[in-house]
């Protein structure tokens, strides 16, 4: 085990509702990463947060959003949902932004929009 | 653009051998590969990591072999076993260091 939980496990929304993913980091870790993972296919890196702010962030549009926490524990929020939304979202987190840091992940959220 | 693919979608292999997971790369500038295993439900796990100055990297039962040339990259497993069954990517780290990009994966079956 990494010591990244997530929560929930799984999920059920409906088009165009809005959702609402946690997550928390391994102790001692500032960053944390959050990725898409559809089936069949690898992770999509959507954004990184590093001590609080958004440290860079890949092709998702706005609704997808995010929040660190003073304890570095981390929310992704999806708004207007879409099926194509439907996939395992996955949570990293890592000592520092940099290089050469090992990435730990959690076990993620399966999300399933109807 | 960047890409990172994988070679084969799935591999094989009898209990005891050797196992080989290709992964080709398009950026030169990316400097940081990584590979991980992902067991069925679970998050992506680290197994090896290599920089670009290097060209081979050992850990236990794995080596990651790091061609620049033809811009390729490998991982080798040694006397696979039942517990190696799992999706395996290859990954590179941007030059700016925060986003991971991950392939499409190999899914590796090992046979009893």
């Known amino acids: 085990e990494t010591g990244v939980t997530q929560s929930p496990t799984h999920l059920i929304k409906t088009r165009g509702q809005q959702v609402t993913l946690r997550c928390s980091s391994q102790?001692?870790?500032?960053?944390v990463s959050w990725y898409q993972q559809a089936l069949g296919q690898g992770p999509q890196f959507i954004f990184q947060y590093y001590r609080e702010e958004e440290n860079g962030r890949g092709n998702f549009p706005p609704r997808f959003s995010g929040l660190q926490f003073p304890n570095y524990s981390s929310e992704l929020n999806v708004n207007a949902l879409e099926l194509d939304d439907s996939a395992l979202y996955l949570c990293a987190s890592s000592l520092a932004s940099g290089l050469n840091t090992e990435a730990f992940f959690g076990q993620g959220t399966r999300l399933t929009v109807v | 653009g960047e890409s990172v693919g994988l070679h084969l979608p799935t591999l094989s292999v009898q209990e005891g051998d050797n196992s080989i997971i290709n992964c080709a790369y398009s950026?030169?500038?990316?400097?940081?590969f990584i590979w991980y295993k992902q067991e069925s439900g679970k998050g992506p796990q680290f197994i090896i990591d290599i920089r670009s100055n290097m060209d081979k990297r050992q850990g236990q039962r794995v080596t990651v072999l790091l061609n620049k040339t033809v811009k390729h990259l490998s991982l080798q497993i040694a006397a696979t076993q039942p517990g190696d069954s799992a999706v395996y990517f290859c990954a590179e780290k941007d030059t700016g260091g925060f986003k991971t990009i991950f392939g499409a994966g190999t899914r590796l079956f090992v046979k009893a």
């Open positions: 102790s001692g870790h500032n960053t």
């Open positions: 950026n030169s500038a990316s400097d940081y």
